[in-house]
């Protein structure tokens, strides 16, 4: 597939605070669990993203992350510690030039626009250096920060899928957004 990211790191600012998007390291360990472990951020994931985050499921997560090749998934970070993550989850056979974004963020930084800004500089990066001609994310309903980041970054809404999700015991709608490369 001819991407491979090993110890990438893209630093952007948000006024005067700096971040980057960065390699996953095992020494993320005590961060990933101190931030993943909240259900407001599990509460808009699959249920891939386990609640509660145990120490043992951020160990097998760094494992899986930082050995893999191609390397797909990344750590939002800020100067002291990992803050997030993001990653590109690529298709195959006849979808095979698009990938599923998806992301998360620790609610201490939530509204200060790192989501938006991280996304933004991702995409770029991804259409620069990769064979996709589309980029996609689905978002559960109700979650409209993410609705917003997507739309701010340049996302437009494709459609909805009703009912197509079912999380905690209830049926819920998604929203299918999408960006195209743009030559």
């Known amino acids: 597939m001819g991407f491979r990211f090993f110890n990438m790191e893209i630093n952007f600012q948000i006024s005067s605070d700096n971040y980057q998007i960065r390699s996953f390291k095992p020494s993320d360990k005590i961060s990933i669990v101190k931030y993943a472990n909240n259900y407001n951020i599990f509460k808009n994931l699959r249920d891939l993203f386990p609640h509660p985050y145990t120490n043992s499921d951020a160990e097998e997560w760094l494992k899986i992350v930082c050995n893999q090749t191609p390397e797909q998934n990344f750590a939002i970070g800020n100067k002291k510690e990992l803050i997030g993550g993001i990653g590109l989850a690529p298709q195959n056979d006849v979808n095979r030039f698009s990938a599923e974004i998806g992301y998360w963020l620790a609610e201490p930084f939530w509204g200060k626009g790192i989501t938006t800004k991280a996304v933004k500089i991702f995409i770029e990066f991804t259409f620069k250096n990769f064979h996709f001609n589309r980029i996609f994310a689905n978002v559960f ?22 009912k197509a999700v079912y999380k905690e015991g209830r049926f819920l709608d998604q929203y299918v957004y999408s960006i195209l490369k743009r030559d």
């Open 141 to 162: 309903e109700g979650n409209i920060s993410s609705e917003k980041v997507l739309q701010k970054a340049g996302f437009e809404l494709e459609g909805k899928l009703k």
